[in-house]
Nanobody
Framework: QLQLVESGGGLVQPGGSLRLSCAAS????????VGWFRQVPGKEREGVSC????????YNPDSVKGRFTISRDNAKSTVYLQMDSLKPEDTGLYYC??????????????????????????WGQGTPVTVST
């Protein structure tokens, strides 16, 4: 069974940092692109950082550029999201998803619509992030 397991979410003060992990179970991520998406109440799910585990290409939208850093550990089949200078508007449920079709087009993975993202191959269960005093 193919699974992605997220961890690392929690409560942090504004300006703080968190590191999320997305670990693959039952398969290796080598040929995949992995995206981090967040769901904020009242808004559509959006891509916040994406990486091709295949070739290391990365993409961050302007909303998180300079604050979020995505990385991969192929040996552990794990993708990380380092989130710094967190803001209250970063609060939400963070999911990772993987799909082989986007291994060479990570920007497209991050920019897909909510409806399109529902067709991605594998999704994790989500980890909550709360940025608050």
């Amino acid at each position: 069974q193919l699974q992605l397991v997220e961890s690392g979410g929690g409560l942090v003060q504004p300006g703080g940092s968190l590191r999320l992990s997305c670990a693959a179970s039952g398969f290796a991520l080598d040929d995949y692109a992995v995206g981090w998406f967040r769901q904020v109440p009242g808004k559509e799910r959006e891509g916040v950082s994406c990486i091709s585990v295949y070739d290391g290409t990365k993409y961050n939208p302007d909303s998180v550029k300079g604050r979020f850093t995505i990385s991969r550990d192929n040996a552990k089949s794990t993708v990380y999201l380092q989130m710094d200078s967190l803001k209250p508007e970063d609060t939400g449920l963070y999911y990772c998803a993987a799909d082989r079709a986007f291994a060479l087009s990570v920007r497209a993975l991050c920019e897909m619509t909510f409806k399109e993202s529902g067709f991605l191959e594998v999704w994790g269960q989500g980890t909550p992030v709360t940025v608050s005093t």
